[in-house]
């Protein structure tokens, strides 16, 4: 019988669970949650995104989507505006306020990954994320 450390899933569930403790608890200071996070990182890659985009894209379900983008919102991060395609919808974006607060937190992001791939020489992590890079890719685009 194989111990769970033998198990790739596992360990890739148990650093994930590691590294979202560790980037909630940076981010408890300012009311939000990873996953508040992750969607202003989508947005910052966009010029706006329909919700149910928003849903599909990241994951989640379409109702704590809305509860997100409400928070967010009330942040001054991110803003609903009529979609330029369909005057019926509206679009998600990325406020200054939120590009702002994104730049605040790239230090702290980047103090929870090293702290996270401290056992690792650098040549290690970049092989790393290349190969989970690619693994990401392929499932997104499944």
């Given at each position: 019988?194989r111990?769970l450390?033998?198990?790739t899933g596992y360990?890739l ?7 979202g403790?560790?980037?909630n ?5 300012s ?5 508040h996070?992750a969607?202003l ?12 985009e928003l849903?599909s894209?990241?994951?989640?379900d379409?109702?704590a ?5 409400d928070d ?8 609903r505006r009529p979609?330029?395609d369909?005057?019926r919808s509206?679009?998600?974006?990325l406020?200054?306020?939120g590009r702002a ?10 103090r929870v990954t090293?702290?996270?791939l401290?056992?690792?020489a650098?040549a290690?992590r970049a ?16």
């Amino acid at each position: 019988m194989r111990g769970l450390h033998a198990d790739t899933g596992y360990l890739l569930y148990r650093l994930g669970l590691r590294s979202g403790q560790l980037f909630n608890t940076f981010l408890q200071e300012s009311g939000l949650r990873l996953r508040h996070y992750a969607l202003l990182r989508f947005l910052a890659t966009s010029e706006g995104a329909l919700q149910r985009e928003l849903s599909s894209q990241l994951g989640y379900d379409p109702s704590a989507i809305v509860g997100l983008v409400d928070d967010l919102e009330k942040l001054g991060f991110a803003e609903r505006r009529p979609s330029p395609d369909d005057r019926r919808s509206r679009i998600v974006v990325l406020t200054e306020d939120g590009r702002a607060f994104l730049r605040d937190t790239d230090e702290a992001g980047l103090r929870v990954t090293n702290d996270l791939l401290q056992p690792l020489a650098p040549a290690e992590r970049a092989t790393l994320h290349a190969l989970l890079q690619r693994v990401a890719e392929t499932e997104l685009n499944s």
